[in-house]
């Protein structure tokens, strides 16, 4: 996971905010309003990972 997000994004989003049971983690950037959450299967503990769903909420970009 640190290597999918060495680089953070520039605001208005801030994050990520990870967290979540083992095998998936849920990614929390924040800001301008809204948030975007991706949930990221890890089953395997390294890369590759798996982009499971990714979900925007609250203000329009």
């Known amino acids: 996971m640190?290597?999918?997000?060495a680089e953070s994004y520039?605001?208005?989003y801030q994050g990520p905010n990870c967290q979540g049971p083992a095998g998936s983690v849920?990614?929390?950037w924040t800001g301008?309003?809204?948030a975007i959450?991706?949930?990221v299967?890890?089953?395997t503990g390294g890369?590759?990972?798996e982009v499971?769903?990714?979900?925007r909420t609250g203000a329009e970009p």
């Open 2 to 5: 640190q290597q999918l997000f």
């Open 10 to 12: 520039a605001p208005p």
């Open 26 to 28: 849920f990614c929390t």
């Open 32 to 34: 301008g309003g809204g």
């Open 37 to 39: 959450v991706m949930e």
């Open 41 to 43: 299967r890890n089953a």
């Open 47 to 49: 890369l590759p990972v």
């Open 52 to 55: 499971i769903s990714v979900t």
